[in-house]
């Protein structure tokens, strides 16, 4: 078998331009990682590094699973490629059939994507459409949430609340619910935060400003990840379904993160009790093996679609690669793990000691905040002056060289492993990272 690694010595950095990373500064002192397997990267130096955030939230059932390998070898070999314009493949359906087995009820039609990005976009398009073959095309307006992220397309930047990603871009009509970030009063919250409800008061005041009739669709993150793990505070989300039902909204719940096990259910919205209209996907739906994403339905926002002439498209949007086959071995393969080992619910046994070891790092110097829900934590750290940001990247830097890799936003570290970790290694991550902590100035 060839395995395309090229010579340490002989690689050049100049070429790959990065994304959201700070090429230069990278070039300088690469980190790179060569191998992974089960809980573990290893380094191009050699080094084992702890992966305490599932790569990038997706590698929810642990690092070089054989099955999936040889699932997606399996289907290179058999079908590399199939059209789904007007062409089918069974995988395809397969996987659809298996997905909504384990959606929230009703949410059982399901829109393949290659991304996350990609499937927040396709819900925004899905969400206009829907209302415009209803009758309803001034609904052209979106509502999103300060610091939200929802991808990089410019549906997801438009409803996003991360002002670095906007301010260089043209975006949709969109107006932003507040955050629901409150140091001050919910500060080393377990689990949910009791004070905020009233912030999902203020989509009530977005709505008669705009014109609650001009709006389609609401997205939020139900727990927002990369601004940095903001569980919502207690019965946000259901006031929000509230509004949105009141004035004929869409709500649309953004569980790349939140979906496939971390919270202990197969979603967020089974976890929180609260249905969205559509629901976007990617990660973790193959394992982050390859890329795919996921948008389910509810049944009756894919039946109005289904109303015209039998020979017209219904919905004019789709990828070369939605519902790719390849894919789709990889997608199934990693809902036969998911199942067999139980891993949708697992977090449901760990999170009570994920939390434990996460709070005990309170008494460190320079932690303001620790935030936690399912396998879900985020340890704040006070900004140095006139450098924000610089602190928590010295930490992220030096968890990494000493073996641990963290995702870092600003001053958050977040960190969300693989939802197959042991209580072993959680006091290893959280251990690990006390170390680093107490160094830092
Ligand atoms: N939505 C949410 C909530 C995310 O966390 C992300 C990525 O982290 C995305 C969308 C974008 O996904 P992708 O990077 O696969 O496009």
Redesign the pocket.
């Known amino acids: 078998m060839t395995i395309h690694q090229p010579p340490k010595n002989e690689i050049s950095l100049d070429a790959f331009w990065m994304p959201f990373t700070a090429n230069r500064q990278f070039k300088q002192k690469p980190r790179m990682l060569a191998s992974a397997k089960g809980m573990y990267y290893r380094t191009d130096d050699g080094r084992e590094v702890l992966d305490g955030c599932a790569g990038?939230?997706c590698v929810n059932a642990g690092h070089g699973r054989q099955e999936i390998a040889d699932a997606v070898g399996r289907q290179v070999s058999s079908l590399d490629f199939a059209p789904t314009f007007q062409m089918g493949h069974p995988l395809a359906f397969d996987l659809a059939e298996r997905l909504a087995k384990i959606a929230p009820k009703g949410m059982d039609r399901i829109f393949f994507t290659n991304?996350?990005?990609?499937s927040?976009d396709t819900a925004l398009k899905i969400a206009f459409a829907y209302h415009r073959g209803r009758g309803e095309g001034q609904r052209t307006k979106l509502i999103g949430r300060e610091k939200g992220?929802?991808?990089?397309g410019f549906g997801?930047i438009s409803v996003g609340g991360l002002v670095n990603n906007r301010r260089m871009f043209p975006t949709l009509q969109a107006d932003h619910l507040p955050h629901t970030l409150d140091i001050a009063r919910n500060a080393f919250s377990k689990g949910l935060p009791s004070h905020g409800i009233e912030l999902a008061d203020k989509l009530e005041d977005i709505l008669n400003l705009h014109g609650p009739e001009t709006v389609a669709a609401v997205i939020v993150?139900p727990v927002a990840?990369?601004a940095g793990v903001l569980p919502p505070p207690e019965g946000y989300l259901q006031k929000l379904r509230a509004t949105c039902d009141k004035y004929g909204i869409l709500l649309i719940f953004?569980e790349?993160?939140t979906g496939f096990g971390r919270l202990g259910q197969p979603f967020a919205s089974q976890y929180f009790g609260v249905t969205p209209d559509l629901m976007?996907t990617?990660?973790g739906i193959t394992n982050g093996n390859l890329p795919m994403?996921a948008v389910f339905a509810r049944r009756e926002v894919h039946d109005a679609f289904m109303t015209g002439p039998e020979a017209a498209i219904e919905l004019f949007h789709g990828y070369t690669y939605s519902a790719h086959p390849v894919a789709c071995a990889a997608a199934l393969a990693t809902l036969d793990i998911y199942e067999t080992e139980g891993l949708l619910t697992r977090v449901q046994q760990i999170a009570p000691a994920f939390e434990v070891a996460a709070h005990g790092l309170r008494d460190l110097p320079n932690v303001i905040d620790i935030r936690n829900l399912g396998l879900m934590a985020a340890v704040e750290l006070a900004p140095r002056d006139g450098a924000p940001g610089a602190r928590g990247y010295e930490a992220m830097v030096k968890a990494f060289e000493s073996g641990l890799l963290v995702r870092l936003t600003g001053d958050t570290l977040a960190i969300s492993p693989p939802l197959i970790v042991s209580e072993t290694e959680i006091d290893k991550i959280f251990s690990m990272l006390r170390t680093v902590l107490a160094t830092l100035d």
């Open positions: 990038l939230w991304s996350g990005s990609e927040v992220y929802h991808g990089v997801g993150e990840g990369s953004d790349v993160i976007t990617a990660k994403g």
